[in-house]
């Protein structure tokens, strides 16, 4: 099964920062799913993670890691499930991003589990039928 992998992991992976245990656990997990070709992105995920870096070079640099993964195409069916899953959230008393949403969308269209280190889809999950990816017990 592919997995749609958020911004909160891949900037884990990517800081050059001394790591926690469970930091490391999620990113030698993230690895993991690299080597095993399971990895999706899309561009809204892109777009965040390229949003910010004020220095020009280290822009380029993030764009060049990021080029062996593909976007992957967003149809409209996408966008209006994504406002499905919003109002649903809205209704319950959960606000979310547009994003956020657009991933959940994206996952459960594409029968994908969402890796994440974001604790709002676990309050989203609660109440939309996502799947999460959890770190294999090897890693833990």
């Excluded at 996408?78 to 979310?96: F, H, V």
């Excluded at 657009?102 to 029968?111: E, S």
Aim: glycine share 2%; with cysteine; charged share 35%.
């Amino acid at each position: 099964m592919k997995i749609l992998v958020d911004t909160s992991v891949w900037s884990l992976a990517l800081r050059k920062k001394k790591l926690t245990k469970r930091e490391q656990a999620i990113v030698d997990e993230f690895k993991e799913i690299i080597h095993e070709l399971r990895v999706t992105i899309i561009g809204p995920i892109r777009q965040e993670l390229l949003s910010g870096i004020s220095e020009e070079y280290k822009c380029f640099l993030l764009k060049e890691k990021l080029k062996p993964f593909e976007d992957l195409s967003i149809p409209q069916e996408d966008y209006e499930t994504a406002a499905e899953l919003s109002n649903i959230c809205r209704r319950k008393g959960i606000q979310g991003s547009h994003t956020d949403f657009l991933i959940c969308a994206v996952a459960l269209n594409k029968k994908m589990s969402i890796f994440t280190t974001d604790k709002d889809f676990t309050n989203y999950k609660k109440h939309i039928d996502i799947k999460l990816h959890q770190i294999r017990e090897e890693f833990t």
